[in-house]
């Protein structure tokens, strides 16, 4: 069944791989091709471009990157809670028990949060 | 390992069926795209009191198509100091996954692709693909503007894309499944099922909340930051010309078609009539077809209202919208995500 049900992904994945190939390749069939060192410099709204533009990024966005990876585990772990919760909850304890997990790991979740908001770093410079 | 050929008939008989819906979605989706499009024009000129485009064709209608011609013909430009391969796999990395996302989405009753168990999580999965073919074009152009555009946009998605899974978890906690079928399955009935007329006031601020960081996530008005015509040329796809920005363009609309999708499916009753007497007491293939086009119409309304959006706000600035995200919806989501969750366990399943 799990096969069956990922076998449609694959056929879409195969058929979007054979959309882009087939639009790219026909209109390489009938676009102009006349390249001229002006058309293929660097666009810099006119300006000669000054060294590559391969540098170093600011620390910000890395810092932004790493507090995300910790929501998107998280994530993983939300979306299972989310989906068993009504089932478990016929049985009172097993409601009480699942609220009181989360709470706990959203409010670990949640100081993390305020730790790097008071440290600064949610500050964009 | 023995080879049924039953089975294998079974088999290349279900791929077929696959391939044909596949066919199916992305006429749909090019279809979608060409008259959202357009629709976008109309609506932003009437908003501004302007005609918007009326001369090719009756009411100006095969505009987008002729635009998509000329996008077909133009030359493509690959800059000299350019990363060649990764730019031409970009556009694609990032126009599959906004394809590849419909395979979930519930058209009507039975008109899913496949209804996947995981549905909710497959579509957020699937869509952050789209990240990296973004990061990948701005990288591979080797152009000051497209790097910045793609840093800013990374980071304006990776911000956004928290406060959409907590949004989202609010209607998986009601319907207890991530299967769209399922969600939509329990919205049955009349307009007071719905999940928007659910849990006040918690699934309110959760559509909220998936309205504000969807628009982020596909990039329209008051969030367009990673495009930014007056502050970063184009953004990410500065260097892109013909059939590649055409890709880049096809995948943008097709997310905002996702986004209302999506908003219509979680919390709008997805293919349900909102009143019984208009469709809701029939059966087989006339619900299918009954549904599919009140999935359609919610579709739309949703469409021009995230184009009124567009049409009306202004751009926030990089700070104010990093700040919305993570200093605003992320602990709003989190405390909403307690909320609901003890409502659940406490009150509904009791």
Same mark, same amino acid.
């Given at each position: 069944? %799990?096969?069956?049900?990922?076998?449609?992904?694959?056929?879409?994945? +195969?058929?979007? $791989?054979?959309? *882009?190939?087939?639009?790219? &390749?026909?209109?390489?069939?009938?676009?102009?091709?006349?390249?001229?060192?002006?058309?293929?410099?660097?666009?810099?709204?006119?300006?000669?471009?000054?060294?590559?533009?391969? %540098?170093?990024?600011?620390?910000?966005?890395?810092?932004?990157?790493? +507090?995300?990876? $910790?929501?998107? *585990?998280?994530?993983?772990? &939300?979306?299972?809670?989310?989906?068993?919760?009504?089932?478990?909850?016929?049985?009172?304890?097993?409601?009480?028990?699942?609220?009181?997990?989360?709470?706990?790991?959203?409010?670990?979740?949640?100081?993390?949060?305020?730790?790097?908001?008071?440290?600064?770093?949610?500050?964009?410079? | 390992?023995?080879?049924?050929?039953?089975?294998?008939?079974?088999?290349?008989?279900?791929?077929?069926?696959?391939?044909?819906?596949?066919?199916?979605?992305?006429?749909?989706?090019?279809?979608?795209?060409?008259?959202?499009?357009?629709?976008?024009?109309?609506?932003?000129?009437?908003?501004?009191?302007?005609?918007?485009?009326?001369?090719?064709?009756?009411?100006?209608?095969?505009?987008?198509?002729?635009?998509?011609?000329?996008?077909?013909?133009?030359?493509?430009?690959?800059?000299?100091?350019?990363?060649?391969?990764?730019?031409?796999?970009?556009?694609?990395?990032?126009?599959?996954?906004?394809?590849?996302?419909?395979?979930?989405?519930?058209?009507?009753?039975?008109?899913?692709?496949?209804?996947?168990?995981?549905?909710?999580?497959?579509?957020?999965?699937?869509?952050?693909?789209?990240?990296?073919?973004?990061?990948?074009?701005?990288?591979?152009?080797?152009?000051?503007?497209?790097?910045?555009?793609?840093?800013?946009?990374?980071?304006?998605?990776?911000?956004?894309?928290?406060?959409?899974?907590?949004?989202?978890?609010?209607?998986?906690?009601?319907?207890?499944?991530?299967?769209?079928?399922?969600?939509?399955?329990?919205?049955?009935?009349?307009?007071?099922?719905?999940?928007?007329?659910?849990?006040?006031?918690?699934?309110?601020?959760?559509?909220?909340?998936?309205?504000?960081?969807?628009?982020?996530?596909?990039?329209?008005?008051?969030?367009?930051?990673?495009?930014?015509?007056?502050?970063?040329?184009?953004?990410?796809?500065?260097?892109?010309?013909?059939?590649?920005?055409?890709?880049?363009?096809?995948?943008?609309?097709?997310?905002?078609?996702?986004?209302?999708?999506?908003?219509?499916?979680?919390?709008?009753?997805?293919?349900?009539?909102?009143?019984?007497?208009?469709?809701?007491?029939?059966?087989?293939?006339?619900?299918?077809?009954?549904?599919?086009?009140?999935?359609?119409?919610?579709?739309?309304?949703?469409?021009?209202?995230?184009?009124?959006?567009?049409?009306?706000?202004?751009?926030?600035?990089?700070?104010?919208?990093?700040?919305?995200?993570?200093?605003?919806?992320?602990?709003?989501?989190?405390?909403?995500?307690?909320?609901?969750?003890?409502?659940?366990?406490?009150?509904?399943?009791?």
């Amino acid at each position: 069944m %799990l096969a069956k049900d990922f076998l449609a992904v694959g056929v879409f994945i +195969i058929v979007g $791989i054979v959309f *882009v190939a087939v639009t790219l &390749i026909a209109s390489y069939l009938f676009r102009p091709y006349n390249p001229s060192g002006e058309k293929l410099r660097t666009y810099e709204c006119g300006e000669i471009p000054l060294g590559p533009a391969w %540098l170093q990024f600011r620390v910000g966005y890395y810092v932004y990157a790493l +507090i995300f990876l $910790i929501f998107d *585990v998280e994530a993983a772990f &939300i979306f299972p809670w989310a989906a068993a919760l009504l089932g478990f909850s016929r049985t009172k304890t097993l409601a009480v028990l699942g609220i009181i997990d989360m709470v706990i790991f959203v409010g670990v979740l949640a100081l993390g949060l305020v730790y790097a908001w008071k440290k600064g770093v949610l500050e964009w410079k | 390992m023995q080879i049924d050929t039953a089975q294998l008939t079974a088999l290349a008989i279900e791929i077929a069926k696959i391939l044909a819906a596949a066919v199916c979605i992305l006429v749909f989706i090019l279809l979608v795209v060409l008259y959202v499009v357009l629709k976008l024009r109309w609506v932003i000129a009437r908003i501004q009191s302007r005609l918007g485009p009326n001369r090719t064709g009756p009411w100006g209608v095969l505009q987008t198509v002729a635009d998509a011609i000329k996008l077909f013909q133009k030359e493509d430009i690959i800059p000299r100091g350019a990363d060649r391969w990764l730019f031409t796999i970009a556009p694609a990395i990032v126009f599959i996954p906004a394809y590849v996302v419909y395979v979930v989405i519930p058209f009507g009753k039975g008109l899913t692709v496949r209804p996947l168990d995981v549905g909710v999580v497959y579509v957020t999965a699937i869509s952050s693909i789209s990240i990296i073919g973004i990061i990948t074009a701005g990288w591979a152009s080797n152009n000051k503007w497209s790097l910045l555009g793609a840093f800013r946009a990374a980071s304006q998605l990776i911000a956004f894309e928290v406060p959409v899974i907590l949004a989202m978890c609010i209607p998986v906690l009601l319907s207890g499944s991530l299967n769209l079928d399922v969600i939509v399955q329990k919205q049955a009935g009349s307009i007071r099922d719905w999940n928007l007329f659910n849990a006040f006031p918690m699934c309110q601020i959760a559509c909220l909340m998936l309205l504000i960081a969807g628009l982020a996530e596909a990039n329209t008005t008051p969030f367009d930051l990673m495009e930014a015509e007056s502050e970063l040329v184009a953004g990410f796809n500065t260097e892109y010309s013909g059939m590649k920005f055409a890709l880049f363009f096809l995948a943008e609309f097709a997310e905002a078609f996702t986004l209302s999708a999506l908003l219509v499916t979680l919390f709008l009753g997805g293919y349900n009539p909102p009143v019984h007497f208009l469709g809701g007491g029939l059966t087989g293939y006339w619900f299918s077809l009954v549904s599919l086009v009140w999935f359609l119409v919610k579709c739309w309304l949703v469409v021009v209202l995230i184009l009124w959006i567009r049409s009306t706000f202004p751009r926030v600035r990089i700070d104010q919208l990093m700040n919305l995200s993570w200093k605003g919806l992320v602990p709003v989501g989190l405390a909403n995500l307690l909320v609901t969750g003890a409502y659940v366990g406490l009150w509904v399943a009791r």
